[in-house]
């Protein structure tokens, strides 16, 4: 079952970078904020310094795949928006996973039992 969709809007990316808490990694950077909303939003942001258009794109579909795998993981009703780094342009889906997931210990918005099992790995 889809728990969440994309941010879109220019205004929705400015809230959560705004009201939102952050944190970051070697690959990654995660802003999080509460919507409300029942379901996940979330938004994926690759700036040109990381590379041309093929990079961008592989890295938004690295992200948003590790992001659908694990979208059971993550509580629910947030807005998420994820910044890829330059260091991320070479990095493999693991690489991504695992950077995703270790944001989301951070900002404690993993299921209790789901992050047991993930530790576990």
């Known amino acids: 079952m889809k728990n969440s969709e994309s941010l879109k809007k220019n205004r929705d990316f400015q809230t959560v970078y705004k009201q939102g808490t952050s944190f970051a990694n ?68 693991d690489s991504i996973r695992s950077a995703l997931l270790h944001l989301g210990r951070k900002h404690h918005i993993l299921k209790k039992k789901e992050q047991d099992e993930i530790s576990d790995d």
């Open 26 to 93: 070697k690959y990654l950077v995660m802003y999080v904020r509460e919507n409300r909303l029942g379901k996940n939003r979330i938004g994926i942001s690759v700036s040109k310094k990381v590379g041309n258009s093929v990079v961008r794109h592989r890295l938004t579909r690295l992200v948003r795949e590790a992001y659908r795998l694990h979208e059971e993981l993550f509580c629910e009703g947030l807005d998420m928006v994820v910044v890829a780094r330059v260091s991320a342009k070479d990095c493999a889906y």
